[in-house]
């Protein structure tokens, strides 16, 4: 097989990815130029046929790890929450109802073909919310779990479709799917004895690939439903994260292959072009309608819009659907998904100064009565607050306590919120990130505060707000790079940890200890 297949789309994706970041876009919006660049000129620089196939192959892999990463953040409890399943299931029932119509009163075609399109355009995309969710760090937060969970509701939703309008229908053997919490205890065995290496990583993508994929699609399943699965199995194990950690690069270097196959679908005629155009006008309807029913089920409006803002596009199961039942409609479908992800991809990425700026407003719309994301106003008479209870917040937790300080922490993940206070740790919910928190927080009584959260950005606002406030104790930070120091410094910082360089100090006071007991 000529090296083209793997030489051409690799450059191609790397050239095209630099050149977009450049202008302040995410990379896979240059992947996607570079679907329909290879689409144009590849034959002509000599790419083989069989590369379709090949990347086809590629994205396949790309989106059950992707999913199956996904799975072991989420707990199956978030899925049966009122705000997801009612939201779901609306927003499906309006946005399909909306655009069927619409599609048959503009055009001549049929009622079952303008109802699937409809289908098809009513989804979100799954790969995109995840992978920006994921890159923003915000997917264990409050409005990622709540746009993860809506996005599974949906898959779940398309599975249906697929099955109906196809004339499918699952095995006989897919009803072994409800036996599958029984494998949990191997599973953990299996976790167990992996290591922290190579053969971790190799059972990672063998149950995304195989017990989930492939498994799933034998009994008639979607095998993405199967390595979602998989993934939620293991997200109660304590080396979940760490799993999920080694996947990263494995997974994200497929994921282009999904980027490169969505232009490569096919050009475009100047009718799939004027479709996909007339759908990117209306995609902000999307958001809207997920924006006000997130509002309906009493979020706050930061919570709403940053959920909304997520689902706010069109989605890769719409090409799965035209795939199986609406072959023709193919390339105008895979523009409209392409030229989707070019908007809501640097949107999301301005997500939260959007906020910012239109907060006021937003605001207006909320409900009145008690939110389920509320966050606190008080930190009780506590002196030392950290905020982040990662590993990092977690072991300046215990230092702190174990000298009887009166300390509280801080983390926008629920679940882990959960969890600390079950271990005895003072932890309330609260995002650093969201303006809300900061007009209603009463620190008066805290005297020195820890920003140990993972994203920068978040550390950066934190320090700012905590200033603005009016905070004159000291503020100590953790960061990985110089780089970032400086920034934290000029934004209120007073002292910046480089975790890396604490780390070596700490080994190095270790050993002198053991060579010198009694004189550290």
Known sequence: MSALIEVLPLSFAFVFGMLVRQIGLPPLVGFLAAGFALNAYGPGLGLPDEAGPVLEHVAHMGVLLLLFTVGLKLKLKSLLQPVVLGGALLHFVFTTGVFALGILALTQLDRQTALLLGVALAFSSTVLAAKVLESKRELRAFHGRVAIGILIIQDLIALAVLSLAGGHTPSPWALGVFALPLLKPLLYWLMDVAGHEELLVLMGVILALALGGLGFELVGLSPELGALLMGVLLAEHPRAQELSQALWGLKEILLIGFFLQIGMAGLPDAEALTFALVMAVILPLKGLVFFFLLILFRLRARNAFLGALSLTCYSEFGLIVAAGVLEEWLVPLAIT??????????????????????????????????????????????????????????????????????????????????????????VVYADAEDIGFWHAIDISRIRAVILAMPEMEGKVMAARQLRRLGFGGPIVANTLYDDEAEILREAGADETYLTMTGAGIGLAEKTWEAFHPGKA
């Open 337 to 426: 998904v392409a030229v989707s992800f070019v908007v809501a991809a640097p949107l999301n990425r301005l997500a939260h100064p959007l906020f910012d700026r239109l907060e006021t407003f937003l605001r207006r719309f909320e409900s009145h009565t008690k939110h389920p994301d509320e966050q606190p106003v008080s930190l009780g008479r506590s002196d030392l607050l950290i905020m982040g209870m990662g590993r990092t917040g977690s072991a300046a937790y215990d230092f702190l306590a174990e000298r009887k300080a009166r300390v509280v922490g801080l983390d926008a993940d629920p679940n882990k919120v959960s969890k600390h206070q079950k271990a005895g740790r003072r």
